[in-house]
């Protein structure tokens, strides 16, 4: 099976470097116009460059067709009139992936709100304006694939990370309500949480490792997960060649007698409510009441 792009429009952030560079210029291989947003400052989020310029000479340069846009994710109004012009240029927006992000690392201790605040709002508050700046057009068009950049910090959790992990968490919680909000006008949206050696994580991986997480091994992931034929609600993990599966589970728990419905009857009976076996991967948020009521009515 061929996955192409042909006559698709795809909207890539963060695409001046890294993750992002490396989508931009597989989708337009694959044949889409690209759009390619970039405010171009650094990890932190400060300064700005000619990135996202330098990646649409690469992809014309190659026989692709593509446009740049400056605009931050951090103001909603920047992506409504990157969508506007996209569409007056291309006719649509079929693709979106949320990539842009920025990192301001240190112990909650040390971390300052403004800190907090800022990573949340690039991260989360960010993908959340660029996909409701598209998210109109894709219904009309009856077509959407987007894609969410989370984390395993945000899964899993990382020293020195909170804001990062709070902002990646709640991308993998949008992903879960929007799927169900798009499914009836076939989009579909998905997560992934990506490793990869970019100037995000230059000083984090060992150099003997970095060429091994380079970004284009991150690209076949992120290209399937928007493909015309893509699942939804996936989380999918991806790094150096290696792709994996990641899932919110649900042990099916255990009903206590009334009188022991305390906190010690719930710490004497915590291996059970721990117990694995059984467990279910809810696709919404209404199978927790259902796995209750199923408990309720002795089944």
Same mark, same amino acid.
């Given at each position: 099976?061929?996955?192409?792009?042909?006559? @698709?429009? +795809?909207?890539?952030?963060?695409?001046?470097?890294?993750? $992002?560079?490396?989508? %931009?210029?597989? &989708?337009?291989?694959?044949?889409?116009?690209?759009?390619?947003? *970039?405010?171009?400052?650094?990890? *932190? $989020? =400060?300064?700005?460059? *000619?990135? %996202? &310029?330098?990646v649409v000479e690469e992809i014309e340069a190659a026989g692709g067709?593509?446009?740049?846009? $400056? $605009?931050?994710?951090?103001?909603?109004?920047?992506?409504v009139e990157m969508v506007a012009k996209?569409?007056?240029?291309?006719?649509?927006?079929?693709?979106?992936?949320?990539?842009?992000?920025i990192l301001r690392d240190k112990s909650f201790v040390k971390m300052e709100p403004v800190d907090f605040d800022l990573v949340v709002k690039v991260h989360l508050i960010g993908s959340a304006n660029c996909t409701k700046a598209v998210w109109d057009t894709m219904r009309d068009q009856a077509y959407g694939r987007i894609l969410m950049t989370a984390s395993s910090t945000g899964l899993y959790g990382n020293f020195g990370q909170a804001n990062y992990g709070a902002a990646k968490l709640g991308l993998a919680g949008l992903t879960k309500t929007l799927y169900l909000e798009g499914a009836?006008?076939?989009? @579909?949206?998905?997560?992934? +949480?990506?490793?990869?050696? =970019? @100037?995000?994580?230059?000083?984090?991986?060992?150099?003997? +490792?970095?060429? %091994?997480?380079?970004?284009?091994n991150v690209a076949p992931a992120a290209l399937f997960l928007v493909s015309e034929d893509a699942p939804s609600n996936a989380i999918v993990g991806a790094g150096a060649g290696v792709f994996q599966a990641a899932y919110v589970t649900l042990t099916q728990?255990?009903? &206590?007698?009334? *009188?022991?419905? =305390?906190?010690?009857?719930? %710490?004497?009976?915590?291996?059970?409510? =721990?117990d694995r076996t059984g467990e279910i991967v809810p696709q919404s948020g209404a199978e927790q009441s259902m796995v209750i009521l199923s408990k309720l009515q002795g089944k």
């Open positions: 099976m061929s996955i192409d792009f042909k006559d @698709r429009v +795809a909207i890539v952030t963060g695409a001046g470097g890294g993750l $992002g560079r490396a989508y %931009a210029l597989e &989708l337009a291989k694959r044949g889409a116009k690209v759009v390619v947003n *970039d405010l171009g400052g650094s990890r *932190d $989020g =400060t300064g700005h460059s *000619d990135a %996202a &310029l330098k067709v593509a446009m740049s846009n $400056g $605009g931050s994710v951090t103001e909603y109004e920047q992506m996209t569409k007056e240029a291309w006719g649509g927006v079929h693709v979106l992936i949320n990539n842009a992000g009836k006008y076939n989009i @579909r949206v998905n997560t992934l +949480a990506p490793v990869a050696g =970019t @100037r995000m994580t230059e000083d984090i991986f060992p150099e003997e +490792a970095f060429a %091994a997480f380079a970004p284009e728990g255990v009903l &206590l007698p009334q *009188d022991e419905r =305390t906190p010690e009857g719930v %710490a004497a009976h915590w291996a059970q409510i =721990t």
